[in-house]
């Protein structure tokens, strides 16, 4: 079932299988999407890592990403784009930004508890319900349906994730982090400079980052590097050397350094691999 507004608006409810599942590698600009899977034994590859997925995992993907399906039994999935709904204007409605998309950190995985999964399937008969409708109030209710829907996962993600460790403020400050490190890592490759646009000291993003997990601030910008320099290698036919530079790297051989320390081959090796 797909929505089309007057204004380029787009929004799509699908069940996805082993049919239909080559649809979660289409892309269009600006796209977010999130796929719930109802059975077991799902495999996808994202920016050239193989996933495994279980029954009512959910995960959220930006267009971005390069995605594979290599199994998929049954999953719900929705897709929509920016005029539909962006999260980025309305960041004050879902608090989506940095955490479930446009964030430096590995793919978000939520997990829901039963309950939560009661809740998720409520909203879920609600939206294909209004899927239907065709009058004039559809367009509001579809996004107030998005809108429930982003902010549980947001909820049970944050909460997995034990962001309730953190003081709201500062947990803002993390996924602005995030947001920062996902629009500038091609220019921007060190903690200081992302430290100064959110007037705070590296120290203190360290610590903050060190109650979540055990990777610090620079890793997470170096393994946003990473991600981009991967996906480049292995879905584009861009020499290494433009590769490099497409990345911020002034010269190929500081680049393969780089490359060579994180991953223990060459980007040539990686890409002929």
């Known amino acids: 079932m797909i929505y089309k507004g007057g204004t380029d608006e787009y929004f799509e409810v699908v069940t996805l299988n082993s049919e239909n599942k080559n649809l ?23 920016d050239t890592i193989e996933y495994s997925f279980g029954k009512n995992e959910l995960i959220s993907l930006t267009s971005f990403q390069k995605v594979e399906a290599l199994k998929l039994t049954s999953a719900k999935f929705i897709r929509f784009n ?32 039963e309950e939560d999964l009661e809740i998720l399937s409520t909203v879920w008969k609600m939206l294909v319900i209004e899927m239907k409708s065709k009058d004039n109030l559809q367009l509001e209710m579809l996004q107030m349906m998005l809108k429930r829907i982003l902010i549980l996962c947001t909820r049970i993600y944050r909460s997995q994730e034990n962001y309730e460790a953190i003081d709201n403020g500062k947990v803002d400050i993390i996924r602005e982090f995030n947001f920062l490190v996902e629009t500038h890592f091609k220019e921007k490759h060190s ?66 350094r780089f490359f060579k320390k994180k991953e223990g081959v060459s980007p040539s090796d990686f890409r002929n691999a």
């Open 24 to 46: 979660i590698s289409e892309s269009m600009d600006g796209q977010l999407s999130l796929l719930w899977f109802e059975d077991d034994n799902n495999k996808l590859i994202i």
């Open 82 to 113: 920016s005029p539909f709904y962006c999260i980025l204007d309305h960041d004050s409605e879902v608090g989506c930004k940095g955490i479930l998309f446009y964030g430096s950190r590995n793919l978000p995985v939520i997990k829901p508890s």
């Open 191 to 256: 903690v200081s400079e992302y430290a100064e646009i959110l007037n705070k000291s590296p120290k203190t993003l360290s610590n903050l980052f060190g109650k979540l997990s055990d990777r610090t601030p620079l890793q997470l910008i170096q393994n946003r590097i990473l991600l981009e320099v991967k996906r480049l290698l292995r879905y584009t036919d861009m020499p290494v050397s433009e590769v490099g530079y497409e990345v911020g790297f002034n010269d190929v051989q500081s680049f393969s």
